[in-house]
């Protein structure tokens, strides 16, 4: 017996090193093994294959919905498949596949139609798909309590399936709309009420469904599901509830003053029974009520939690969530919400990590760049509406000056990057920050006195009178005075000593005099009004007599994205089969124009993919990322987390330089072309000219280009071309892909 608890003890401390170990050098999720299916097959393969199955004895018009629904949804999950948000046969996915064995071990079959992924989202939320696919998020693996709770949702959603709730829904839903039956002659509230409560009924059905078909099968506790609807309910919410103090940021010479706290956090107000009469799902109390009854009618489970893995383990993989969580926030510019989950993980655990105080120095990095290009607004909460715990830090960020956040950002940064020497993130966002401090808060080593640590002793805390002042000899009066000063300075946030430690810093002191030095030249230059437009208006006119001629050897097409929309009914919809098409045609001309330039072109897509191509899976899934961000963060001179992995990029692909393609061609206005029309009319003669003009179907396509130098994170080369044309978009693209190859594979001319 004595063998056995030590051989449990022993393994457990084991697994908690190796957790903590793993953790400590966590690094963001990415897919590995090989590719699925899902990812890599053509969406008209699949459609069309779908298409056979379509039972024909049902009336025309119901088939045509579902072979539009069927077009429609696997070209949408194809798009979301290739956004570079989805993982598999990472940890977190395994763990959701084999929480899904269990659940249906019973039941192989069935098993074997579903697919589990995991979406890089906060979002508290699950979905099921009419293919199998079954979505999970990052968020809600971050904010359940057990393995019984996934288990739950994902019989929820496996019910989705079984009865095929999208898809007859959709077919429901467009009947309704339609005024087929009793909805022939009634409004649209009418006909909306009653595509909710359709959409209701599903989901009352897979909660109900789904613990009676799959769940009770198992030995996981009721206990588990009945807690599961307080996940959803505050699922807004963070992670933990755990009170945020300033003091966390504060130093002996720099604290915030009181009236950046407020004086109680902002309530948690939760009404369960809310109105859902427009909401796709039930509210949670009549949602707790289905469950409580299905349950009343089963055999009784409650008691202790049942786990197929570890309750270590589950927590273990949790765990990866939420650090996983904080990227996710970080690239969604979610600042203060990445900051709150790093710092409630650290204190809920009692531990420092390099790679959740990275988390925090890049949080107050973003905060601090938009704060001080004046678009704060973008990435900060609103403090009204931010409950509880998180409350505190929002106010915090929402009173703090611009000045103070470029110093609290600048003082983190550089102590932890003195505290990580091998960490690639610290130095370069310090250097920014120090930046900006001259540049932009002008700031410079004089605005900042080198003050010893402070002490306790050094702070007044009894302020004496007159009479006692007049007592003192004069060198007490010299330590008074100068208690005062130190008081008054860290009671109002003043920042004066902010830096005094990393002031000794010699490189930090040498930079921070370079930046000094710069910024006065600037300023000399500004006064004398020789300013820089001079140099950009001879590089526009060189451009603009020569062209760009680059003289790049290589480029790499990240996904290319091709649109194209026909009428329907009135109405402009995506024909997605013809995007599929032309998309493949765009392939061939990058190829046979690059080759004809003696360019070299790779193109990353998962349309090209083997199963065996993870490794340039995971490439454009970065790239996808990165690009996002980049977009994000467009008004602002931002320097990306991420880019220090793109010159790792650049390096395995030999080229800095990827381009982004998007061709867009949609069905124009009807009176796109009533100029020519008058042309012709006009003269009387060229009337019926002018009147076939009018009767041309015209296209308005847009074909959009822009190639960055990954490694300098900067736009080397921008292009938008549009034109309205009888035809379709096929001149347009030869002609400017042709451009774009001559103009980035041609030498550069001399002046």
């Not at 296209?699 to 990954?710: A, R």
């Amino acid at each position: 017996m004595l063998k056995i608890v030590v051989i449990t003890i022993l393994m457990f401390f084991l697994f908690y090193q190796g957790t903590c170990q793993q953790l400590d050098n966590f690094k963001p999720l990415q897919s590995q093994g090989k590719i699925p299916q899902d990812f890599i097959q053509l969406s008209s393969e699949i459609y069309l294959n779908d298409e056979q199955k379509i039972d024909k004895n049902e009336s025309s018009a119901r088939i045509m919905l579902r072979k539009k629904y069927l077009l429609q949804s696997n070209f949408y999950i194809e798009y979301l498949l290739n956004s570079g948000f989805i993982l598999f046969n990472d940890s977190l996915s395994n763990y959701i596949n084999g929480v899904a064995d269990n659940l249906l071990k019973s039941q192989p079959e069935l098993r074997k139609q579903l697919r589990f992924y995991l979406i890089k989202s906060p979002e508290v939320n699950a979905f099921a798909t009419d293919k199998g696919i079954i979505f999970v998020t990052v968020g809600l693996i971050s904010q359940i309590q057990s393995e019984a709770q996934l288990a739950w949702i994902l019989s929820h959603e496996i019910i989705h399936f079984k009865y095929k709730h999208n898809i007859e829904s959709y077919i429901e839903n467009q009947e309704i709309l339609r005024g087929k039956g009793e909805f022939a002659k009634t409004d649209k509230n009418v006909k909306l009420s009653a595509i909710f409560k359709y959409s209701q009924e599903n989901e009352s059905e897979a909660d109900s469904k789904g613990l009676e078909e799959f769940y009770s099968k198992t030995d996981y506790s009721f206990t588990d599901v009945k807690n599961i609807f307080d996940v959803l309910l505050y699922s807004y919410l963070p992670i933990e509830e755990i009170d945020f103090d300033k003091s966390f940021f504060e130093t002996k010479q720099f604290i915030f003053p009181a009236a950046y706290s407020p004086s109680e956090p902002k309530p948690i107000i939760i009404i369960e029974d809310y109105d859902d009469s427009e909401s796709t799902h039930p509210n949670i109390k009549k949602r707790r009520e289905v469950i409580n009854n299905t349950i009343n009618k089963l055999k009784n489970k409650e008691g202790v939690s049942y786990s197929a893995f570890s309750s270590n383990y589950f927590n273990h993989i949790r765990q990866i969530a939420r650090f996983e969580l904080c990227d996710i926030y970080l690239t969604n510019r979610d600042y203060e919400d990445a900051i709150y989950t790093a710092y409630a993980i650290m204190q809920k655990d009692s531990f420092s990590n390099e790679y959740l105080e990275t988390v925090i120095g890049k949080g107050l990095y973003g905060l601090c760049k938009y704060k001080n290009h004046g678009n704060y607004g973008d990435v900060h909460l609103k403090v009204k509406k931010t409950e509880g715990s998180k409350h505190n830090l929002v106010f915090l960020f929402n009173e703090i000056s611009k000045k103070e956040l470029n110093v609290l950002a600048l003082s983190y940064l550089w102590n932890h990057k003195l505290k990580y020497p091998n960490n690639i993130d610290f130095s370069p966002l310090a250097d920014n920050v120090l930046y900006d401090l001259v540049f932009v808060n002008k700031l410079l080593p004089d605005s900042f006195n080198i003050q010893e640590t402070i002490s306790e002793s050094e702070v007044i805390t009894d302020t004496l009178t007159e009479a006692q002042i007049s007592k003192l000899d004069k060198y007490e009066k010299i330590k008074y005075k100068r208690k005062k000063q130190i008081t008054v300075n860290t009671s109002s946030s003043n920042y004066n000593f902010a830096l005094s430690d990393i002031l000794k810093d010699e490189t930090f002191y040498a930079l921070f005099e370079k930046y000094k030095k710069e910024y006065l030249i600037q300023k000399e230059k500004e006064s004398a009004e020789t300013g820089y437009s001079y140099n950009k208006e001879e590089v526009s006119k060189n451009e603009k007599k020569f062209g760009k001629k680059l003289g790049i050897d290589k480029v790499v097409f990240v996904n290319p994205l091709v649109f194209v929309s026909k009428k329907e009914y009135g109405k402009s919809e995506l024909d997605f089969l013809k995007s599929e098409k032309q998309e493949t045609l765009i392939f061939e001309k990058t190829k046979q124009f690059a080759n004809k330039l003696g360019l070299s072109v790779e193109i990353i897509d998962n349309k090209l993919f083997t199963e065996n191509d993870v490794d340039l899976f995971n490439d454009g899934a970065l790239l996808s990322n990165w690009i996002y961000e980049q977009s994000l963060n467009n008004d602002t001179d931002f320097y990306n987390g991420i880019s220090y992995k793109l010159n790792e990029l650049a390096k395995k692909h030999n080229t800095n330089y990827f381009a982004w393609l998007y061709v867009d061609t949609y069905p124009a206005k009807s009176n796109s072309r009533f100029g020519k029309f008058l042309k012709y009319a006009i003269t009387g003669f060229g009337f019926p000219f002018g009147f076939s003009e009018l009767t041309k179907s015209v296209n308005f396509n847009s074909f959009n280009i822009i190639l960055y130098d990954v490694t300098k994170s900067r736009i080397v080369f921008e292009e938008t071309t549009s034109s309205y044309e009888t035809a379709n978009a096929d001149d347009l693209v030869n002609s400017v892909l042709y451009n774009f190859f001559y103009e980035i594979k041609s030498k550069p001319k001399k002046k």
